[in-house]
């Protein structure tokens, strides 16, 4: 078990007329090589809730354990937790800072105390899993297109090994193709590279496509929990905190809603999230 | 075509010939090492009143297009006239930044005040326009975009697409006849991004406002007049939104994807189904879908 | 980090200093800091105590509000009176190996604790109830005769309002590039001098870059918006005086010939 969160909640500057609960009693688990989409608008906790799994923040009430050990404890080893646990803030590119791109990657290992040949080989290898251009290592890392840059950051972060991987809006800015380059690299590492993906993201679509289960934050609070057809199968919940489901499941819930399937009424935990997967439904029905 | 060919010059807010930009890159004494080409002899005419689409992944040259039109850069061959000013001419240069004005992509980057109002001020103030006349101007464009009731707040405490909202408020100040958002939702949240989105509509149809709408998200332009494709600096298809969506492959040569419901929409006439042509809404998809059945 | 200073922050609060044109208010902290070294005696330091006190009521700034922020400059406060104590000849008091205790020590030691309070509490009550904007703007136009020396007094303004604008947002990226680099394993706590310099270069480097971007965007932000440099511009709330800020200069000048008298005549 990764990670346990007990009954977290965070309080940011507790004690004064500024003080603002950006968790409440939030409670969940995630099993190694889980691959989690964590959903919410902005303000929603989702960013509190991710910092809370480097030990960047510590719960101000309720515990949060990592591989059974309570990170609040004060024996706790939090450089262990931080090269375990891979960060990807969001737009990574402006933690960029070194002269090349190679030197900037093996900035991680470095800290993590392995040598600069092993740093080398470990950067060499992350470069190569974000299909970096072999011929840009010795760039400067601000030469690069917004696209390099952020898979040059986001080797930063897998060249220190991480079994567990957090990113924050990995998708931010970036342009079509950009996208479903950074996802299918993402789904890549879960599934080939066994890293436990923890995806944050405003986008219902980017979730959909990328990951196994879905947790739905609202106002600090833990709105939903399940795998993304499950959750997507709640669209009224769901658009009441302002969240939409993506176009393709609102229309097949419309079509079910009003008896274009013969013989399917709307049943929890049964829906589409993908162009595909809604025309294999709509075609075998008229076919029928 | 043939509807630009009616349409006498004066109709047309943007008419650039042959346009072209060129980057030099230069190594440390000076000398030129290569030319980037950004823009690469376009033509475009975009006739008043209209909501333009223009897209294309990162790097198509779309934003260089749109600081030629702002002239802030000035082109390297071609022409190019904008609200019948001509861009080389340095005398109209703030007479164009005041009629095309343009809304970037950052939100924080681009609001110079802390305090709203200040900054919605800051085009007018520029211009030389008499206090008590500012006053009234700032005053309607923080109505018309919604953030009247915050004007005097700090931007700090906005959200994203409140803070875009400023800044359009910031170039209505100006009475702009168009104004150019510059993938100005690309760091929004879809809730932010909605909201501009909107914005844009009610401008271009209640206040006659061109709207030139940059982006590489499809699913924006669904409701634009016109659509120009961009790639390697040049406008590779033109065309309404539904001729645009049909030809997909093309699309996805050029680097973009399709909205999932144009996408479900076309899978499904491969697979054939008999629906008219491509879906650009899920109103419209549901529609056919349940008028067959 | 930050949060913890109340020196040169805005109070919002509705009270006659808050409405006060900003110029009334500079030349008021002006005339403050002269008269803290024109206090002297027992009666002056009455006079000035008195003022003061007034200018907090009317102020309407909570008092704990304004002492809070001393708290920093507490320290500055006390090394400066040590050093009074220890260092000012005159009878001695307590001596103990080479450090003496005089009279005239303790009194100077006060005296100068006294000057700083008086010092620092005036002067932040002109930034606790001026917005930053309304001070820049003041002070652009108590310095506008200096453009006739070609002082480019408006780029000045202009470069301040943008500083107050961007400093919280650099603070807010600096904490975030932070804590990227600590996921990264760095370390900004350990160390000693040089290697915590050293330690600061993967923070320092992208907060740079950053802020050069940000620069270059709002410039060609600003120009789009039809921005040059130097040239006139026209104000959306120019500074207009009114009745009460004649008043109020009134009473800084009296407050002023007041000090000046006793100085002369007691």
Known sequence: MAFIFDHVSYTYQPGTTYAVDALSDVSFQIKDGDSVGIIGHTGSGKSTLIQHMNALLLPTKGTVYYNGQDISDKDFNKSVLRSEVGMVFQYPENQLFEETVMKDVCFGPKNQGLSEKEATLRAYEALKLVNFPDDSFDQSPFSLSGGEQRRAAIAGVLAMKPKTLILDEPCAGLDPAGRNELLSLIRRMNEEEGITIIFVSHSMDDVAETVKRVIVMDEGRLFM????????SHEKELEEISLS??????????????????????????TVTTAKEACELICSEISR | MKELARKRDEDLIIKGRGLTTEYFRRDDEGNVESIDTALDHIDISIIKGRFIGIIGHNGCGKSTLAKNINALITPSEGSLTVCGMDVYDEESRMKIRSMAGMVFQNPDNQIVSSIVE???????ENLGIPSQEIRERVDRALSSVGMFEKRRNSPEHLSGGQKQRVAVAGVLSMEPECIIFDESTAMLDPEGR?????????????????VLWITHYMEELTGADHIFVMDNGRIVMEGAPREIFARDE???????TLPGITLLSRLLKENGIPLRGVSLSVDELYEELMALW | MFRNITLGQYYPAESVLHVLDPRVKLFGALVWIISIFLMDGLFSFLLATGFLMFLIIISKVPFSFMVRGLRSIMIIVIIASVFNIFFTPGNTLVEAGPLKITDKGIINAVLMAIRMFYLIIGTSLMTLTTTPNNLTDGLSRSLSPLEKLRVPVTDIAMMMTIALRFIPILIEETNKIMKAQMARGADFEHGGLIKKAKNMVPLLVPLFVSAFRRANDLALAMEARCY????KRTKLNPLKYARRDAIAYIIILLFLAGLILMKIFL
């Not at chain 2, 200040?118 to 007018?124: I, L, R, S, T, V």
């Not at chain 2, 093309?250 to 973009?256: A, K, P, R, T």
């Open chain 2, 250 to 256: 093309e699309l996805v040569q050029h680097g973009l």
């Open chain 2, 194 to 210: 909605q909201d501009v989105l909107n914005l844009a509509h009610e401008l271009n149809e209640k206040k006659g406002v061109t």
């Open chain 1, 225 to 232: 929990d399940g795998d993304p057809h499950q959750v997507f």
């Open chain 3, 228 to 231: 040059s440099s130097g040239k």
């Open chain 2, 118 to 124: 200040e900054d919605c001020a800051f085009g007018p």
């Open chain 1, 245 to 270: 489901v993506p176009p393709v499941t609102s229309l097949i819930d419309r079509l079910i809603e009003n008896g274009f399937f013969k013989g399917m009424e709307k049943k929890e935990g049964y």
